[in-house]
């Protein structure tokens, strides 16, 4: 049983940052234009010009003004969801199904199913493990011998979470006490990518439910 609970943490029970963009000052754009019409000494060749041209060079003026105006459009596809059942315990989660593109079979023990990225950098698995003694999930977590450095840790009657570092990766797992099973979520992925999946895995984790 052990063996069936250690991820790439040592602990198998076996989660996207936006850029903004910098807008050139509205000062800026066109400066030559609005500069020839300032500067008395140079009014001469706002004269010479052809009415065609000042006319396209308050055009473009007037264009990339309200260009700078406009808010950022977001970068980042959105992410769609679809929500994920194992059928032997009924527990079910919301999975990316947008990140998590490939299907990775099922887990060595118990029901369910995992789940990985296109590229293979990131990881998820829904799995039922049993848990046949009744324990709690503070009885639980501490037989499953966990690492001594974990970074978060929440153990609750109901449900435990913990999450830490290991070779260049976060590990995010979380059990819900469903009865004769431990329902969890197990979740790995480059920690130099953490901000961009938090928001992933805060909704995957608080839609794991026990029915």
Not at 20 to 33: D, L, V, Y
Request: hydrophobic letters at 35%.
């Amino acid at each position: 049983m052990q063996d069936d609970v250690r991820n790439g943490s040592g602990f198998r029970i076996s989660t996207l940052d936006q850029r903004a963009g910098r807008s050139t000052p509205a000062a800026s754009i066109g400066g030559n234009a609005t500069q020839s019409m300032r500067n008395e000494g140079r009014s001469t060749r706002l004269l010479c010009c052809r009415p065609e041209t000042i006319s396209m060079r308050l055009q473009y003026h007037f264009i990339a003004l309200a260009l700078t105006l406009s808010p950022m459009p977001a970068t980042a596809d959105p992410i769609a969801w679809q929500r994920f059942a194992v059928p032997e315990t009924s527990a079910a989660v919301d999975i990316p199904t947008t990140i998590f593109t490939e299907d990775a079979g099922k887990p060595t023990t118990g029901y369910g199913r995992r789940f990985l990225t296109s590229d293979g950098r990131a990881d998820l698995t829904v799995q039922s493990v049993p848990n046949d003694a009744g324990d709690s999930p503070a009885v639980f977590l501490a037989k499953m011998n966990p690492p001594s450095n974990i970074v978060y840790k929440r153990v609750t009657p109901r449900f435990f979470v913990v999450s830490s570092f290991r070779k260049g990766k976060v590990w995010y797992n979380r059990c819900n006490f469903g009865g004769r099973f431990m329902n969890c979520v197990l979740i790995n992925y480059p920690a130099a990518e953490k901000p961009q999946w938090d928001s992933v895995v805060t909704r995957i984790s608080n839609t794991l439910a026990s029915r």
